[in-house]
C-alpha cells in the first residue's frame, strides 16, 4: 500500500481496470508481493486468524439476523427455534456464539503478543492505537450481541453494564435513561442493542482495514524487533505468508470446531438459557469470560465512580503503551526484565480474570485490589523505569542474521500456541462456572450417560420411558413449550414413526382459535402443536404451586448448573465433560430426604432436599417406587425414573445433540487430514527460503 | 517458485500441492451447505403445511369463501348452475390454457370449485365474481378468467391451478 505499484496484469480487460481503479494493483502489493520478514513465527499468525474470525461472525451473524426476532417477548424463543427448527440452525449458532470467543482467544494472543515484542513502538504508534480501538468497537460487539438471546444473564448483563454509566456525575441517570429507551432494560433497549450488533462489525471491518493499512506503511515487526534491512531479511507474502497463516487457520479451526461441536455449551452460563425475567436477578452476574480481568478491576474499586473510571481506564491506557515504554529495543526477547515483567504481567490478567468470576467477597476483594494495583503498575511504573535502568542484550544486524544463528535450535511454537490456547481459554471458561455458589448444597454425583462425549447417542428405550414418566407425572406442573409432538418423530429423538407421533398429539387438547364466530374452542394435538401447558399463564402456575411457577422443562438440563472448581474445569475441557445439568436433574430428583437433618431448619411449606441450594425446595417429592409402569420391564424405580426423564429432558432440551456429534466427528476427520496437507505443503513452500 | 530444490521432486511436490487445494476445495463447498440450506423453509414451517379441512356446509350457491393454506389464499366457490353449463359450453380448444372443466372439479361435486387465487401472471389474487366471464378479475393487469378459474383474456398465461384436495364426506374437504 505504500508508494505506485508496479503490478502489471497482462489480461486486457484488468489492463483496462487497472487504468481507472487500482484495486488489482493494490491487492497485489498488499497481499502477493509484500515483502514480510522471514523470521516471523506462529504468534504472528493471528491476525489472519481473526481476520478470519472476523468473517466467520459476519457471516454466521447475518445468517443468524435472517431468523431472529428483536422483540423483548420473542427473542429467546426465536434463538431456540433456531436451533431447533432451521435448517443447520444449531450449527450456525455455535458458530456465531462460540465464534465470539473464539475471536477473543486470538484477540488477546495477538494483544500479548504484541506487547512482548514491541509492536507498538515507533514507527508502529498508529497502528497499535487502531488495534485498541478495534478491541474496544469488539468489547461493544460482544457484549450486544450477548443480550440478544434475552436470557437471564443477558438480561441482567445489560442491565448491570448500562448502570455503569450511572456513575457520570449530574447526568448518569438521564444517561442510562437515554441508552435504555425507557424506564429500565427492556423492548426499546433490545431492538437499538440488535442493531448496533449488527453495525459495529462493519465498523470494525472498516477500522481493520485501516489497521492493515497502517501496518503495510509501517512493515511488519518481527520477533527480533529489528527492521528488514536487505532483500535477503524478507520473503514475498505469496505464497510464503499466505500458506502458514492458512495453516495457522486450519489449526485454529480445531480447536473452534472442538468447542462448536463438542462444548457448545463450556464457555457460556447456564442461567442464559433461563428466559429474562426482570423480577428475578441470578445469584452471581458474571459477564462473559473475555471481560472478567475488567470486570475484577471495576469491583476492586470501592467507588462506583472510581471503578468506572478504573475499568475504562484499563483499556484506554493501552494507547499510551508506546509512550509508556520508551525502551529503543522492540523484542523482549533481548530484554531480559522486560521479559520476566512481561509473563508477570500475563499472570496478573489472568488472575484478574479467575478473580472476575468469584463472588466479591472475603479474600476476593483483597486480592482483587493487589492485582489492579499490580495491572496499572505494570503501565505506568514497570514499562516507564525499565526503558530507563535495563540493559538489553544485543541486538542482532539483521533479520537474516538473526535466522542464520537460530538454525539448529528450532522451537516448537505451535505445540506451545496449542497449548498456551487450551489452558487459557479452559481457565477463563472454568471460572465462570466456579462463579456458581454451590451455596451449601451437596455436589450432585456424577452419573453415565449414553448421550455423553464425543459418540454419545440417546438411548431410545429411555427417551421412551422418560416421556411416560414427563407424562403421567412431571406434566401436571410442568410445560414443555419448546417441544413440538412432530419432534418426538424426528432422527435422534424417542424414535417414534410419524403416524405415532400423531396419535400421541390426537392424545392432548389444546386450545385454539379464534374460529369465524370469533371464539376460541378446543381441539385435538395435531404433529405441529407444541406440548401444551398445564397452566394457563404463569399467575395461575404460581397460584396453584403456592407462588413458585414450576419452570417450563425444555431446556432445563441445560439452564443448571453448579460448581466444578479447579482443577476440573481444565479436565472437563479434555473430556468434553458437559452433563452437570443432567446430573444435576437426577440428583435433585432423588435428593429428597423426608426430614431434615438435626440443625438444619426448612421454611414452612418447603421440602428438604440434598442437592438443591439452600436445600429447601418448594417443589414436593415428585417420584415413588411404582408410580409409572414401564412395559419393557425395566425396574419401577424412583433411580431409574429419575435417570429416564432426565434423559428425555436433556433431549428436550438439545433435540439435535446426536446430529451436532455426528457431523463434529466429520468435520474433525477432515480438519486434522486438511492441516496435515498444509502443513507439509507450508513446509515445501518455505524449504526454499531457509 | 522455480527454485532447484522444489523442482527436483516436481511429482511429489505437485501432488502436495493439488491435494492441498483440492481439499481446500472440497472442505470450502461442504461448509457451503449449511449456509445455504438454512434459507429452505424451517421445520415448523414444514408441519404448519400440513393439510387442513374446510367444512363445506355453510356455503351457500352462488357463494364464495376464501381459505388460507401454506400462506396461499385458496377460493372454493360454490358454482350456480349456470356458471357450471358456461364453462362446459365454451369450446375448450380456443382456450389459451385448454382444459376442460370436468379436469377441473371432481366429479360428482361439480358445484364445486377449489382453485389457488393466485394470479398466474404475477401473483396479485384476483377478485371473485368480477369480469365478463363470470369468474375471476385480477386487478393487477386485467386478467380475467372463467367460472373454471382458467384464464379466458390478459397477460396471465395459464389457468388459475387448482391445489390437491379430496372430499372426505359430501360437505367437507381436505386441502393439501
Ligand atoms: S398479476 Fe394478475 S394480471 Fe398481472
Not at chain 1, 535477503?232 to 480445531?254: E, N, R, S
Not at chain 1, 414418566?469 to 419432534?487: D, P, Q, T
Not at chain 1, 404463569?538 to 413458585?548: D, S, V
Request: charged fraction near 15%; include cysteine; charge should be neutral.
Amino acid at each position: 500500500m505504500s508508494g505506485p505499484s508496479d503490478y502489471q496484469p497482462s489480461n486486457p480487460a484488468l489492463q483496462w481496470i487497472e487504468r481507472r481503479l487500482p484495486i488489482f494493483g493494490l491487492m497485489h502489493s498488499s497481499f502477493v508481493a509484500y515483502p514480510t520478514p522471514r523470521n516471523l513465527n506462529y504468534w504472528w499468525t493471528f491476525g489472519a486468524i481473526l481476520s478470519f474470525m472476523l468473517g466467520m461472525q459476519i457471516l454466521t451473524g447475518v445468517i443468524l439476523a435472517m431468523h431472529y426476532t428483536p422483540h423483548a417477548d420473542l427473542a429467546f424463543k426465536s434463538v431456540e427455534l433456531i436451533v431447533r427448527d432451521v435448517n443447520y440452525g444449531w450449527l450456525l449458532r455455535n458458530m456465531h456464539a462460540v465464534g465470539a470467543s473464539m475471536f477473543f482467544v486470538a484477540v488477546y494472543v495477538h494483544m500479548f503478543r504484541g506487547l512482548y515484542y514491541g509492536s507498538y513502538k515507533e514507527p508502529r504508534e498508529v497502528l497499535w492505537i487502531l488495534g485498541v480501538i478495534i478491541y474496544l468497537l469488539m468489547m461493544a460487539t460482544g457484549f450486544m450481541g450477548y443480550v440478544l438471546p434475552w436470557g437471564q444473564m443477558s438480561f441482567w448483563g445489560a442491565t448491570v453494564i448500562t448502570n455503569l454509566f450511572s456513575a457520570i456525575p449530574y447526568v448518569g441517570e438521564s444517561v442510562v435513561t437515554l441508552l435504555w429507551g425507557g424506564y429500565s432494560v427492556g423492548n426499546p433497549t433490545l431492538n437499538r442493542f440488535f442493531s448496533l450488533h449488527y453495525l459495529l462489525p462493519f465498523l470494525i471491518a472498516g477500522v481493520v482495514v485501516l489497521h492493515v493499512w497502517a501496518l503495510h506503511v509501517a512493515g511488519q515487526n518481527n520477533p527480533d524487533g529489528v527492521e528488514p534491512k536487505t532483500e535477503k531479511d524478507t520473503v514475498p507474502f505469496t505464497p510464503h505468508a499466505t500458506i502458514k497463516d492458512m495453516f495457522g487457520v486450519a489449526c485454529f479451526m480445531l480447536l473452534y470446531a472442538w468447542f462448536i461441536f463438542y462444548m457448545p455449551n463450556y464457555l457460556g452460563d447456564a442461567d442464559n438459557y433461563i428466559p429474562a425475567n426482570p423480577g428475578v436477578t441470578p445469584p452471581h452476574i458474571v459477564p462473559e469470560w473475555y471481560y472478567l480481568p475488567f470486570y475484577a478491576i471495576l469491583r476492586s474499586i470501592p467507588n462506583k465512580l472510581a471503578g468506572v473510571i478504573a475499568m475504562f481506564g484499563a483499556i484506554i491506557i493501552l494507547c499510551f503503551l508506546p509512550w509508556l515504554d520508551a525502551a529503543k529495543t522492540k523484542s523482549s526477547k533481548y530484554r531480559p526484565l522486560a521479559k520476566q515483567f512481561f509473563w508477570i504481567f500475563v499472570v496478573v490478567c489472568i488472575l484478574l480474570g479467575y478473580l472476575g468470576a468469584q463472588p466479591p467477597e472475603g479474600i476476593y476483594v483483597v486480592a482483587g485490589r493487589v492485582l489492579t494495583v499490580c495491572y496499572f503498575a505494570y503501565f505506568l511504573i514497570v514499562l516507564p523505569l525499565l526503558s530507563r535502568i535495563e540493559k538489553p542484550r544485543p541486538v542482532p544486524n539483521s533479520i537474516s542474521d538473526a535466522v542464520l544463528a537460530k538454525t539448529g535450535s528450532r522451537s516448537t511454537p505451535m505445540v506451545s500456541t496449542a497449548i498456551m490456547l487450551a489452558l487459557a481459554g479452559s481457565l477463563f471458561a472454568g471460572s465462570i462456572d466456579s462463579a456458581k455458589a454451590s451455596e451449601g448444597s451437596d455436589t450432585p454425583p456424577g452419573n453415565k450417560w449414553s448421550f455423553s462425549g464425543p459418540f454419545g447417542k440417546f438411548d431410545r428405550g429411555a427417551l421412551q420411558r422418560g416421556l411416560k414418566v414427563y407424562k403421567e407425572v412431571c406434566s401436571s406442573c410442568h410445560g414443555l413449550s419448546y417441544i413440538a409432538f412432530r419432534n418426538l418423530a424426528e432422527a435422534g429423538g424417542p424414535g417414534y414413526s410419524v403416524a405415532q407421533a400423531a396419535a400421541f398429539a390426537s392424545e392432548y387438547k389444546v386450545k385454539d382459535g379464534p374460529n369465524d364466530a370469533g371464539d376460541m374452542f378446543e381441539r385435538a394435538g395435531r404433529p405441529a402443536d407444541y406440548f401444551p401447558s398445564p397452566f394457563p399463564n404463569e399467575q395461575a402456575a404460581r397460584a396453584a404451586n403456592g407462588g413458585a411457577a414450576p419452570p417450563d422443562l425444555s431446556l432445563i438440563t441445560k439452564a443448571r448448573s453448579y460448581k466444578r472448581g479447579f482443577p476440573w474445569f481444565i479436565i472437563d475441557f479434555f473430556s468434553q465433560y458437559q452433563e452437570q445439568g443432567p446430573d444435576y436433574v437426577a440428583a435433585v430428583l432423588q435428593g429428597y430426604e423426608d426430614k431434615a437433618p438435626e440443625g438444619v431448619t426448612i421454611p414452612e411449606g418447603s421440602y428438604f432436599n440434598k442437592y438443591f441450594p439452600g436445600h429447601a425446595i418448594k417443589m414436593p417429592k415428585p417420584l415413588s417406587d411404582g408410580q409409572v409402569t414401564f412395559d419393557d420391564g425395566s425396574p419401577a424405580t424412583v433411580a431409574q425414573y429419575a435417570k429416564d426423564v432426565t434423559t428425555f429432558l436433556m433431549w428436550t432440551a438439545e433435540p439435535h445433540m446426536e446430529a451436532r456429534k455426528r457431523l463434529g466427528f466429520q468435520v474433525f476427520v477432515f480438519l486434522i487430514l486438511f492441516a496435515g496437507l498444509m502443513y507439509f505443503t507450508k513446509k515445501k513452500v518455505w524449504a526454499s527460503s531457509h | 517458485m522455480t527454485t532447484a530444490s522444489s523442482a527436483d521432486h516436481p511429482t511429489r511436490r505437485d501432488f502436495l500441492f493439488v491435494a492441498t487445494g483440492a481439499a481446500a476445495a472440497v472442505g470450502g463447498a461442504a461448509a457451503l451447505w449449511p449456509f445455504i440450506s438454512q434459507m429452505n423453509p424451517d421445520a415448523s414451517t414444514i408441519a404448519a403445511g400440513a393439510p387442513i379441512e374446510v367444512d363445506l356446509s355453510p356455503v351457500a350457491e352462488g357463494q364464495d369463501i376464501k381459505v388460507f393454506w401454506r400462506g396461499k389464499p385458496i377460493y372454493i366457490s360454490h358454482r350456480t348452475k349456470k356458471q357450471i353449463d358456461e364453462a362446459r359450453a365454451v369450446n375448450v380448444a380456443s382456450l389459451p390454457d385448454p382444459q376442460t372443466d370436468e379436469a377441473r372439479v371432481k366429479s360428482g361435486h361439480e358445484q364445486w370449485l377449489v382453485v389457488i387465487g393466485i394470479c398466474t401472471h404475477l401473483g396479485c389474487i384476483p377478485i371473485a365474481h368480477e369480469g365478463s366471464y363470470d369468474g375471476f378479475f385480477c386487478p393487477c393487469h386485467g386478467s380475467q378468467y372463467d367460472s373454471s378459474g382458467r384464464i379466458r383474456q390478459g397477460p396471465a398465461p395459464a389457468n388459475l391451478p387448482v391445489p390437491p384436495y379430496q372430499f372426505v364426506s359430501d360437505t367437507k374437504i381436505q386441502i393439501g
